[in-house]
């Protein structure tokens, strides 16, 4: 790792820098605040580090950069601000500048630059990494790796692939309620296809014929969260083309970190005249599964239900401010067997690819997790994104917890509903 030779540069919309008021009332809000009691490792310490940055007053090195690496980029520090801050569009820039200029250790340009970068991204790729990967786990070789393995090991999810989505899924009732488009994502379609199904047969049970297009890619999220804002372009034209012809009332996602990016096409296109205006429409029409689903379609009278607690996914909580329709669902099929979950909004330390750059903290932030969920006597865990599920999941089971369940919401609900249908 080096300091940079290169001269600064603007990189900051000057404007969303300067709202920042120091206020401070952002920094209970942040994860990463509260376990470090580290002014730097805040959003207002954070902001005040890429404005010293950007004009030179502080090096482009190891120091300023590992505040900037913390981050989760779960954007809570949006939702507590009063001068509304535009935090994740910093963040962005910031990475932007520092995966431009600064030279990483070996293993972060490998962890980056290939498996994140490279592999995540392409179900094809991805799907003989999880076979080796479980393997090696069945073989019990685990203790042959060294810790970071093995911890991102624990990630691995049992096999829930499904066979791939058909084209066009026919509504189940009539009359027709609309036509939406369903985006498979990247991670869902290979790690979690029978979610993939539930979700979709979901949309057909109220009503909406679903079409599942070809040759989707990735959201983009996993590159712009580390800053390779050009490839998350690619990724979002892609789409765009691929969707925008279809005559869609909705484009569905049940993943919230890329539900969040989706939404955010506008911006990340702002500056490409002929792709701007689409990107504004096409995010227009993204909706997350749990805000177009509606309780009214679920209510049922389920009884003798055990306890049930809700993880707010970071990316449906605050960029997309999602936090009650997931609620009104759940409580739809499971009535008063819903107990909140103490610190449900703070991030569980999964925050897309972060528990592998950053395993340290994403622990600490798991243990969190892991010891409120258990506060609450819930035996069922539900939440919305795919990182989450992974990392509530891989958490319960290292405190001996893993008779907790921890479910998508869409598995939850279509296992509720098909329960209530088969009984007497
Ligand atoms: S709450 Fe907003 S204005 Fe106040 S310090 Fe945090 S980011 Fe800055
Ligand atoms: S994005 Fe999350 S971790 Fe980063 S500064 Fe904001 S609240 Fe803290």
Redesign the pocket.
């Given at each position: 790792m080096t300091t940079s030779a290169l001269p600064t540069r603007r990189f900051l919309d000057e404007a969303k820098s300067l709202?920042?008021?120091?206020?401070?009332?952002?920094l209970g809000a942040c994860p990463t605040y509260l376990e470090t009691g580290n002014e730097n490792d805040s959003?207002?310490g954070r902001?005040y580090i890429m404005r010293a940055l950007e004009q030179g007053r502080l090096a482009l090195a190891d120091a300023a950069v590992r505040h900037v690496d913390l981050c989760l980029g779960c954007r809570a520090?949006e939702v507590?601000?009063?001068?509304g801050?535009q935090?994740g569009q910093l963040l962005e820039a910031a990475r932007e500048h520092i995966e431009e200029r600064f030279r990483r250790s070996a293993f972060q340009t490998f962890l980056r630059r290939v498996a994140i970068e490279e592999v995540f991204p392409f179900p094809a790729r991805m799907k003989p990494v999880l076979w080796a990967a479980r393997l090696a786990r069945k073989l019990g070789l685990e203790p042959l790796f060294p810790k970071f393995a093995r911890e991102a090991l624990t990630l691995v999810p049992q096999d829930t692939s499904a066979d791939g989505l058909p084209e066009v899924s026919p509504a189940a009732t009539t009359p027709l309620k609309g036509r939406v488009g369903f985006i498979q994502g990247c991670v869902m379609s290979v790690m979690f296809g029978r979610t993939n199904a539930a979700s979709v047969q979901l949309l057909n049970r109220a009503g909406y014929e679903v079409l599942t297009p070809p040759g989707q890619t990735c959201c983009g999220a996993l590159y712009a969260h580390t800053g390779v804002l050009e490839r998350a372009r690619q990724c979002a034209r892609r789409n765009i083309a691929l969707f925008e012809s279809l005559n869609l009332d909705a484009i569905i996602i049940n993943a919230a970190g890329c539900g969040s990016t989706l939404k955010e096409y506008g911006h990340l296109l702002r500056e490409d005249a002929p792709w701007a205006e689409r990107a504004q429409q096409f995010s227009a029409k993204v909706k997350d599964l749990t805000e177009w689903l509606k309780p009214r379609d679920f209510k049922s009278q389920i009884s003798n239900l055990k306890f049930i607690t809700y993880h707010d996914a970071c990316h449906l909580a605050h960029p997309q401010r999602i936090t009650q329709p997931p609620r009104d669902l759940i409580r739809a099929v499971a009535g008063e067997s819903f107990v909140e979950l103490p610190e449900s909004d703070v991030c569980c330390g999964s925050a897309g690819s972060y528990n592998l750059t950053e395993p340290e903290m994403a622990e600490r932030l798991q243990r969190r997790k892991i010891g409120n969920i258990l506060k609450t006597g819930a035996q069922i865990v539900v939440t919305t994104n795919p990182g989450c599920l992974l990392q509530i999941r891989a958490g319960l089971q290292k405190a001996g917890a893993s008779r907790v369940h921890v479910l998508h919401i869409a598995d939850f609900l279509l296992e509720r509903i098909n329960k209530n249908v088969q009984a007497p």
């Open positions: 709202a920042c008021v120091h206020c401070g009332l952002c959003p207002r902001i520090c507590a601000c009063p001068s801050v935090y």
